[in-house]
C-alpha cells in the first residue's frame, strides 16, 4: 500500500516541478508558444489533481494508526497544488492582458482610463479568489482533523472493548479459582472427618482390649 503511495509522490514531484517551470515562461514567450504552453499546464494540472485523487484513496486505505503521517504528506500536496493553480491563473491574466493590448493597439492607449479600471478589477478578483482558495483550505484542514479525531476515537474504543474483554477473562478464572478452592475445603473436610472417625475407632479397640486383660479369670 504505502509502495503504490509513494510512486504517486513521486510523480507529482516531478509533474509539479515540470508545471512550476512553465509557468514561470509563460510571461515570456511569444504569443503563438504562450497560448501552447497555456493549453500544456492546464492538461498537466488536471493529471496532477488525478494524482492526488489517487493519492488519497491510497491513505484511506491505510490502517489508522499509521494514517496520520501521509494525511499530514497530502495536506502539503493540495496546498503546494492550490499554490500552482493560484499562480498559473496570475500568469494566464497577464497572458490575457498582453493579447488584448496586441489587439487593440493605438486604441488601447486611448482607452487608458478603462485599461486602469480592468487592472483595479482584475486585482479584486484575484484577492477574492486567494480568500476563497485560504476559505477552502481552512475548511479542508477543518476536515482533516475532524477525520483523525474520529480515528483515534475509534482506536480509543477498540482499545477499551480490548480491555473489558481482559477483565471479563480475569473474572472467569476468578471464578473457576473459588469453585477450585471450595472443592478442595470440601476434599479436606472429609479427610479430616474420616480421620477422626478412624481415631475414634482405634480408641475403643484399645479401651476393649484393656478390659479384657484386666478381667478376673475364673480358673484362679
Not at 489517487?54 to 500536496?77: A, H, K, T
Not at 473474572?171 to 472443592?183: C, E, Q, S, T, V
Not at 470440601?186 to 481415631?199: A, E, F, K, N, V
Request: charged content about 35%.
Amino acid at each position: 500500500m504505502s509502495s503504490d503511495f509513494e510512486g504517486y509522490e513521486q510523480d507529482f514531484a516531478v509533474l509539479t516541478a515540470e508545471i512550476t517551470s512553465k509557468i514561470a515562461r509563460v510571461p515570456r514567450l511569444p504569443p503563438d508558444e504562450k497560448k501552447q504552453m497555456v493549453a500544456n499546464v492546464e492538461k498537466q494540472l488536471e493529471e496532477a489533481r488525478e494524482l492526488l485523487e489517487q493519492m488519497d484513496l491510497e491513505v484511506r486505505e491505510i490502517p489508522p494508526q499509521s494514517r496520520g503521517m501521509y494525511s499530514n504528506r497530502m495536506r502539503s500536496y493540495k496546498q503546494e497544488m492550490g499554490k500552482l493553480e493560484t499562480d498559473f491563473k496570475r500568469s494566464r491574466i497577464a497572458y490575457s492582458d498582453e493579447v488584448r493590448n496586441e489587439l487593440l493597439g493605438d486604441a488601447g492607449n486611448s482607452s487608458e482610463n478603462q485599461l486602469i479600471k480592468l487592472r483595479e478589477e482584475r486585482a479584486h478578483l484575484l484577492d477574492n479568489t486567494e480568500r476563497l482558495e485560504r476559505s477552502s483550505r481552512r475548511l479542508e484542514a477543518g476536515y482533516q482533523i475532524a477525520v483523525e479525531t474520529e480515528q483515534i476515537g475509534q482506536e480509543m474504543l477498540e482499545n477499551l472493548s480490548h480491555d473489558r474483554e481482559k477483565i471479563q477473562r480475569a473474572r472467569d478464572r476468578l471464578r473457576d479459582a473459588d469453585a477450585n478452592l471450595g472443592k478442595s475445603s470440601r476434599i479436606l473436610t472429609g479427610m479430616l472427618r474420616s480421620g477422626h472417625s478412624q481415631i475414634n475407632l482405634v480408641m475403643k479397640i484399645s479401651y476393649f482390649l484393656q478390659v479384657w486383660e484386666k478381667r478376673p479369670c475364673k480358673g484362679k
